[in-house]
Structure formats: structure tokens, C-alpha cells
């Protein structure tokens, strides 16, 4: 039988998060425990960051660096047979300019685990990316059909589109798989929330406006364009850390039925103006927003609108209510001020 058929929740599952110190990582970890798991292995890069800080309220039995990883499968032994496995690691700089590293470590990587989850008969949950849907010209649906038609307007949105190609063209996300594999890959949209401290220059606005403001008393947005968009105007969907968590772990079980690809987002645009003014009611300060010129590489490769299509993971059964950008930004404005992570709180 397929470990595939019927996954319980139940702590003896074997599990295995890649990029499990990460934002989306951190927080699926995070919502594994709440619902009982937690015989996980994590795997991620911590070098010098404080990124290891992500883990400290985790519960899991064991942590690998990226590079031991394929070492630990093949030699593991039983200890390295995972029922579920959750690749969410990856680098994630849309302003990554090396194609060749972000080919090897973001396509290359997560093919190879592609090839353990068929040898193992696995379910593998993978982060595909909302940035491969490009300047949004064919819409924003998570329909496999159109999906090798899209193109994406950085290199990291073409190395998530690989590996979406790479399982398409060989129909790996079919119901008859090899061994009885079976493939999911989520495309995340604008996702913030607690837990993204080590991500730099790719920390979201949300904690941005937070940084901007408690050190200046203002938030500076990028200025428009497009005659269309007013300065602030250009919109996104954002979607809270949390319920993205929720959302992924929907697929080990209620979810188990599903395959292929999968849009994660609010299915709503928001402005910028927007995020920022929510962020100075969390505050319960009163809005300055400065509008500054945007950086001449950023201008080609700017998406001036988003909003993902939710209509396909609502017919899969996933229905809870999502916390609407105000909510989400006063709730994360909690974690702000006590320098928390994920479990602190909770």
C-alpha cells in the first residue's frame, strides 16, 4: 500500500522540512507541532545569522545542513525514510543576479529530492512561487495546462518554473506515480509575518514599515510608473505567515487527495498605501508616508499587480477564513515589539 493513502495525524510520522529555519518553513514546522507532528527532521543553512532563533520554540528530532542532506538519504538507513516531505528551502532573492547558482541550489536540489520522494514511494510538498506567473499577462490561475506557457521576470521565478516544468513534462503530478509518489507544488504570494528577521534586503514591507517608522517616523514607498497606478496604488496579494503555514499543511491530510499545482495567497489585492497605513494603525501612529524613486534595474522587473486565483484550492475543501491584511499586520506588530518568533507567543 502507498504511504500516501491515508496520512493520520499522529506524532510517528516521518517528516522532512527543507528550508525549515525559513519564513514559510519555520512557520509550516511550527503548525506541524500544533497539529501533533513532530517526529521531523529539518533541514536548512543557519551559517552566521540568527536564523537558528526560528527553531528555538520548534519541536523536531533532528536538524541537518543542506549539504549533508543527500548524504544523510542515501546512508541514513531507516532513519532517513520519510512518509511526508515539505522542500521549502531555497534562495529566494528576486534580485539573485548568479543563474547558475540559483539553477543548481533552487531546480537542481529540488529535483534530486524529486528522485528520493519516487524511490520512496513519498508525498512531496514543494514551494513553487507566485513569481512565476511573470507580469501577470495570462492571468494568475494554477491551472497545469498553462503553466509552461508563463514567463517569469526573474531568475528566481524561472528557477521555480523549472522544477514546475521539470514534474509537468514527465507527469509526476498524475495519480499513478512511480512507487506511488505524489507531487504538490504551492505557489506562495507576498507572505510576512514573524520569523522572516534574517531575510535582509528581502525582509518584507510589512517589517519594513515597522523598521521605517519606529527609527524615522515615516515609511518611504517606491513611486509609480504606470499612468494607471497612483504612487502607493500598485498592488499585491499578501497573505499572512500563519495562514500560509495552515494552507500547505492542508495537503498531508484533508488535502492528501491532491495534486500539482496549487496557488497560496489571499486571492485579493491590497496596495502598498495600504499595507503601510495598517501598519501605523498597529502602531497607533498617525500615517507619513514618503514616495522615492524606484531603483532603474527595478523598473523592467516590477509587478505592478498580483492576485492569485483561490477558486481551485477551495474546491480541493480548504475553507477557513484567512486574516485580512489589517488583522494580519496588527497581529505580526506583536511579534515586532517583543522581538518574537513563532511559539513565543502562542
Not at 517528516?15 to 519555520?26: H, K, N, P, Q, R
Not at 519541536?59 to 543527500?70: A, G, M
Not at 521565478?157 to 504551492?186: I, T
Not at 489589517?326 to 517583543?338: H, I
Request: hydrophobic residues 35%; proline residues 3%.
Amino acid at each position: 500500500m502507498s504511504v500516501n493513502s491515508s496520512l493520520p495525524y499522529k506524532s510517528s510520522v516521518p517528516i522532512l522540512v527543507t528550508g525549515g529555519a525559513g519564513l514559510i518553513g519555520s512557520a509550516v514546522v511550527w503548525r506541524l507541532n500544533q497539529l501533533g507532528y513532530e517526529n521531523i527532521s529539518v533541514v536548512d543553512h543557519l551559517g552566521e545569522s540568527d536564523k537558528w532563533r526560528n527553531l528555538s520554540a520548534l519541536r523536531f528530532v533532528n536538524y541537518l545542513e543542506k549539504d549533508q542532506l543527500f548524504d544523510f538519504l542515501e546512508r541514513g538507513g531507516p532513519k532517513a525514510k520519510f512518509d511526508l516531505i515539505f522542500h521549502l528551502g531555497a534562495c529566494s532573492s528576486t534580485t539573485e543576479a548568479d543563474a547558475s547558482y540559483l539553477a543548481k541550489n533552487n531546480f537542481d536540489y529540488s529535483r534530486r529530492l524529486a528522485e528520493y520522494a519516487i524511490r520512496q514511494g513519498s508525498r512531496m510538498v514543494y514551494a513553487s512561487s507566485a513569481a512565476t506567473y511573470g507580469d501577470g499577462a495570462l492571468g494568475f490561475d494554477d491551472d497545469e495546462a498553462q503553466a509552461l506557457q508563463l514567463r517569469p521576470l526573474n531568475m528566481y521565478g524561472y528557477s521555480k518554473q523549472l522544477m514546475d516544468q521539470y514534474l509537468l513534462q514527465r507527469g509526476l503530478f498524475g495519480e499513478k506515480n512511480p512507487g506511488g509518489a505524489s507531487f504538490v507544488g504551492l505557489k506562495y504570494s507576498n507572505v510576512f509575518g514573524p520569523n522572516e528577521y534574517h531575510k535582509a534586503h528581502m525582509r518584507s514591507m510589512v517589517l519594513r514599515a515597522y523598521e521605517q517608522i519606529m527609527s524615522e517616523g515615516k515609511v518611504r514607498l517606491f513611486k509609480s510608473y504606470k499612468a494607471e497606478y497612483e504612487h502607493g496604488m500598485q498592488l499585491r496579494d499578501f497573505l499572512y505567515v500563519k495562514d500560509a503555514a495552515d494552507m500547505s499543511c492542508f495537503f498531508i491530510a484533508e488535502g492528501r487527495h491532491c495534486r500539482g499545482l496549487y496557488n497560496i495567497g489571499y486571492g485579493e489585492p491590497r496596495s502598498w498605501l495600504e499595507l503601510a497605513k495598517a501598519m501605523f494603525a498597529a502602531l497607533d501612529k498617525e500615517s507619513n508616508i514618503e514616495f522615492i524613486d524606484m531603483p532603474e534595474e527595478l523598473k523592467e522587473k516590477y509587478q505592478y499587480y498580483t492576485c492569485l486565483n483561490m477558486d481551485k484550492l477551495r474546491k480541493a475543501g480548504y475553507h477557513k477564513p484567512l486574516s485580512s491584511l489589517e488583522l494580519a499586520v496588527k497581529d505580526y506588530a506583536r511579534y515586532l515589539q517583543k522581538k518574537a518568533h513563532l511559539g513565543d507567543l502562542e
